[in-house]
């Protein structure tokens, strides 16, 4: 941290905290470099104390000092971990911005050895977001020269298994598609050395496959499914998903067991004022654990 002058207030001082931008919802591992994450904090004469004014994080620097150099293999991962945040909270049309961001950066790159085919993966997200938006006629033709292009490889069978997924016009074709995908047995097949597939370290199955776009996706074709646990039940085992339990939870949300890449995974699923479904997101701070600065803490 360190103390600068106060924009907003002349003669006053302001915080500052930098730290390394961790990704919850992304491909991210902790010894893998990160963007430089930071937060001002300002004094606020009415709360009596410091409090939380901005936020943000800088993906052209690494938060390992401002003389480590910043690699466009960096910068992939950074944007895809932005843009994956927003995939897997439901805001599709941030995710597809920011997949726009990533491709844009990846024309002309090379995979080095050792690390995951950003581009490829980018173009798998880039395709399912847009049939997750309705926008079916230009993801088919990206899923497909998608398949063609890595024929042979996990990336390809994910592709082609979405595609297959999403034959026809069916408003279930989102859900078919992600179904399909968790069809695939990534969690055996995917090898952490990158020796055998474009898929590897630190891409893991379970993130790759996601299976909430397609269970969301289900549910918000279907509104007039809400409560008939049954009829839920069917509706996504006739989409493709294998489940082994569905459940109410609190607050009328969903709780699901369903196989994803080959291993059983649970998901809470929750209804918004506006009726859509989204995955559950928990809380990233919960105390007693450790947290980031939250309001109040400068008291």
Excluded at 113 to 132: C, K, Q, S, T, Y
Excluded at 199 to 220: D, E, K, Q, R, V
């Amino acid at each position: 941290w360190s103390l600068q002058p106060d924009p907003t207030a002349p003669g006053r001082q302001q915080f500052l905290l930098t730290y390394p931008r961790i990704y919850r919802d992304g491909f991210d591992h902790k010894m893998a470099s990160h963007p430089l994450g930071w937060q001002v904090w300002r004094w606020d004469r009415v709360a009596g104390r410091f409090v939380r004014a901005e936020q943000g994080v800088d993906l052209e620097r690494s938060a390992d000092g401002p003389d480590a150099p910043v690699t466009t293999s960096d910068r992939l991962r950074w944007r895809i971990n932005e843009a994956e945040e927003a995939f897997r909270a439901g805001d599709y049309e941030a995710a597809l911005a920011g997949y726009e961001a990533v491709l844009a950066i990846a024309a002309g790159w090379s995979r080095g050895a050792g690390e995951p085919d950003w581009a490829g993966v980018a173009r798998l997200r880039w395709g399912m977001i847009l049939l997750l938006l309705g926008r079916r006629d230009e993801a088919r033709p990206e899923l497909s020269a998608l398949a063609d292009a890595y024929a042979g490889d996990l990336l390809g069978e994910l592709a082609a298994a979405c595609l297959s997924g999403a034959e026809g016009d069916s408003p279930n074709a989102p859900a078919r598609c992600v179904a399909a995908m968790q069809q695939v047995n990534l969690w055996e097949r995917m090898d952490e050395g990158c020796g055998r597939s474009t898929l590897c370290f630190p891409l893991y199955s379970t993130g790759i496959l996601w299976p909430p776009a397609g269970l969301t996706a289900y549910l918000n074709a279907h509104p007039e499914l809400s409560g008939d646990l049954e009829a839920v039940r069917a509706g996504l085992e006739e989409a493709g998903f294998a489940l082994d339990e569905v459940r109410q939870a609190d607050g009328g949300s969903l709780w699901v067991v369903v196989q994803a890449g080959g291993v059983p995974t649970e998901w809470v699923l929750v209804r918004e004022a506006d009726g859509r479904w989204r995955p559950y997101q928990p809380p990233a701070c919960a105390p007693p654990g450790p947290c980031w600065p939250q309001v109040g803490a400068g008291e």
